[in-house]
């Protein structure tokens, strides 16, 4: 059968001092390094530091979908 597939859930967080969407890719980017098949992600918590009274750092915590190979 085609169109069914079969998904693996991982929390990971990414940091950054300039973005959240950087921090995003930061996460992605590190996780695809050692993760095959990644598919999606979705944003679950975003947090951050504050310094002279601005946004210093951005720390999001993502869960990433896998798509499961039952091949390998």
């Keep these: 059968m085609t169109g069914q597939n079969t998904y693996v859930k991982t929390e990971i967080v990414g940091t950054s001092d300039v973005s959240i969407s950087e921090a995003i890719n930061n996460a992605i980017g590190t996780a695809a390094r050692?993760?095959?098949?990644?598919?999606?992600?979705?944003?679950?918590?975003l947090r951050g530091s504050i310094r002279d009274n601005k946004a210093a750092s951005y720390q999001v915590t993502l869960k990433l979908g896998l798509r499961y190979d039952a091949g390998a």
């Design 34 to 45: 050692s993760l095959r098949n990644l598919e999606w992600f979705e944003v679950i918590e």
